[in-house]
């Protein structure tokens, strides 16, 4: 049996485990279940793939920028990566917003908005996040997993290898046997992974309150029905008409890698298996998976800036704000930024919407309507996530491919 089918099934079982326990042994499960069965198994699951993150990060990127070889080829991969990754964020939070107004989940009822509290955390404001992405002390970035700064580091290291070519080479093939060493480790981390999504699965489920779901049901199907969209739309529309492939085959290939974002809940987790996943099935190199893919998990946020979208506009009908077309322009501009300040780990996307909801003088207490059903839908929405992330690799590669068969007829 492939390894997607049993994530697949691990996911399922792990959902009716935590929805039976949930509604029959609500006591069984806080008590037992969860602290001694579901909450260790998917902990050690995330430890295990967390702990390949900041190697893979590093060495991969490392030998992408060395593998590239010149910076004008970097540069264009560059651009075009930034280019798609801005461009359909923004796609993301209008169709959000779109839906939202159409449907209006937060009309449809009475919410009690009078005992609404809820504190912002304070969020690290985007221009401070883009001025810091060169570290001080690289190894504080690494020992914090600050993504953004390991990736300006070993593009650093990757330029000066190419430069002293033959002096370094030996550190060159040190950190190829790293990169090798860690690939495997993360084929047999996955060995794992059925068992790991069955208990943060059942554990996420389990602990829900279906109250909250039922009262918040309408805004959970517009995120859900954006989310499917943008997949739908936005992402198998630019692989047929972008890379001429065959979206089916994309997603189902892509699978496995949403199996796991879905049940941790992390971008940044799902890395090593997201890159895997896009070099072994999708076809794409290792260059330039090495420097699409962890730069969107970092900055690349569709699935976040949806969520931030319908909540905004569903806080602003809860609380009875209507708000002018210049104040929607304001939103898009606003989550297009909070989603690049977002950063890959669970439940962050809410604290940045604080922010959003502020750009357009709404109140943050709104934020406590949507709390309760928050952990559900972020799981979806990092799914997205990263299949944005693997949409804009096989894109770019498609067309670093065309460029160089072109050069070749030339
Ligand atoms: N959990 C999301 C991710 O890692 C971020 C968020 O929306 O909270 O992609």
Redesign the pocket.
Known sequence: MNLAVKILIGLVLGAIAGLVLNLTALDFFTGIADPYIFEPLGTIFLNLINLLVVPIVLFSIILGVAGLGDTKKMGRIATKTIVFFLSTTAIAIIISIILAVVIQPGSLTEYDTTGATFEAKEAPPVWETLINIIPKNPFEAMATGNILQIIAFAILIGFGLVKLGDKTAGLLKLVEQGNDLVMYLVMLVMKFAPYGTFGLIASAIGSQGMDAIRAMGMYMIVVVAALILQLVIVYSGAIYFLAKQNPWKFIKGFAPAMGI?FST??????LPVSMDVAQKRLGVSKSVSSFVQPLG?TIN?D??AI?QGVATVFIAQAFNVDLSFGEYAIVVLTAVLA?IG???????????LATVLQSVNLPVEGIALILGVDRLL?MS??AL??TGDATCAVIVQESEDRRKEKLKNA
């Not at 669970?346 to 604290?351: E, N, R, T």
């Open positions: 974002a809940s992390s971008s940044n987790a799902t998990a946020m699935g976040t969520m989603s977002t950063a890959g780990v669970p439940g962050v996307g809410l604290i940045l972020d929405r990092t996530n990263i």
